[in-house]
Nanobody, 125 residues
Framework: QVQLVESGGGLVQPGGSLRLSCAVS????????VAWFRQAPGKEREFVAA????????RLADSVSGRFTISRDNARNTVSLQMNSLKSEDTAVYYC??????????????????WGQGTQVTVSS
């Protein structure tokens, strides 16, 4: 069974950077999708970024395009989210998620069966 463990959250000032990592263990399929979602207090969980493990597809939400990058490290079985030019509105709990194969509905939380525990990102001066 696939397990996901996020790390790298914390407190950062506006304009700063953070790098989140998602360690993927127990992977049994050679093709699966991994995504990052975030959820702020009182708001619904929203899509941030997704990628197909074989690198054939990457997607970013419009709100983070040009500031965030999603990438993978095959040797370490990790997916990273590099976040630059952070804004206060980026404050949220960030979740890593995974699914077998790739879905055209990659932006929907319901498309993913496996979730990590989440890591808090706070952007504040």
């Amino acid at each position: 069974q696939v397990q996901l463990v996020e790390s790298g959250g914390g407190l950062v000032q506006p304009g700063g950077s953070l790098r989140l990592s998602c360690a993927v263990s127990g992977r049994t399929s050679s093709d699966f999708g991994v995504a990052w979602f975030r959820q702020a207090p009182g708001k619904e969980r929203e899509f941030v970024a997704a990628m197909r493990w074989n690198g054939a597809a990457t997607r970013l939400a419009d709100s983070v395009s040009g500031r965030f990058t999603i990438s993978r490290d095959n040797a370490r079985n990790t997916v990273s989210l590099q976040m630059n030019s952070l804004k206060s509105e980026d404050t949220a709990v960030y979740y890593c998620s995974a699914r077998a194969g790739w879905s055209t509905a990659y932006y929907l939380p319901s498309s993913y069966a496996i979730w990590g525990q989440g890591t808090q990102v706070t952007v504040s001066s």
